[in-house]
């Protein structure tokens, strides 16, 4: 049984900053690669940023970098988001996602991930 649970999410101005958090629970003692995805209303979901089991690995979407922090304790700690300079575009449900068949990859791709949690709204206000 595999459960992934983000929180942290909810309403900002533009300029504004908000901290997601991501706790997997997972039966295994593989290590695993996370990221986080979005997705606004009518758009498909998008990448945002990901990290690979040791933290070694970071990759950013254009969009969020320099703007964004992601980072994760341990192999098997939770993961956050650190979202600074909010911008109105940054209106999304984001999703916490893991990949456990390339630990030590920063995956951008979605379909490459296994377990995806119930997501959390994000919304940037003018």
């Known amino acids: 049984q595999v459960e992934l649970v983000e929180s942290g999410g909810g309403l900002v101005q533009a300029g504004g900053s908000l901290r997601l958090s991501c706790a997997a629970s997972l039966r295994t003692a593989r290590p695993y690669t996370m990221g986080w995805f979005r997705q606004a209303p009518g758009k498909e979901r998008e990448f945002v940023a990901t990290?690979?089991?040791?933290?070694?690995?970071?990759v950013y979407s254009d969009s969020v970098k320099d703007r964004f922090t992601i980072s994760r304790g341990n192999a098997r700690g939770p993961m956050v988001l650190q979202m600074s300079s909010l911008k109105l575009e940054d209106t999304a449900v984001y999703y916490c996602g893991v990949d456990i068949h390339r630990p030590w990859m920063a995956e951008v791709a979605a379909e490459n991930y296994d377990y995806w949690g119930q997501g959390t709204q994000v919304t940037v206000t003018s």
């Open positions: 990290i690979n089991w040791s933290g070694s690995s970071i």
